[in-house]
């Protein structure tokens, strides 16, 4: 049974997509791009501040999930520059602690609201 994961602790979803949804012992989160949730406005010029944000409304999903970053299994990031990688890799090594989910990072041509990065996840209860 599907059920729908919603938090004001993360942005809003602002299209017809759910912040997560949760099946079974899985969590599958939407991306989450650098907005803060309370604004609805891009948070920080460079890389380093947007994983941050990025990173923050994560955790808020997680959370309303009973979760943290130990649950997570699967993380994809997309970044408009993989000149940037180090730089987010910094921050999220913060975030995520051994062992550490399996990650694909894809360079793309562009990124919703201008942001230089989004990162989405798979977590697991088990």
Known sequence: ???VIAT???PAAVGPYSQ???VGDFLFAAGQIPL???TGEIVGADVTAQTERVCQNIAAVLKANGMTFTNVVKTTVFLVDLANFAAM???YSKYFSE???ARSTIQVAGLPRGSQVEIEIIASAA
């Open 8 to 10: 004001t602790e993360a």
């Open 36 to 38: 803060d949730p309370s």
């Open 99 to 101: 062992p550490f989910p």
């Open 89 to 91: 890799n910094a921050v």
């Open 1 to 3: 049974m599907k059920k």
């Open 20 to 22: 997560a949804i949760a």
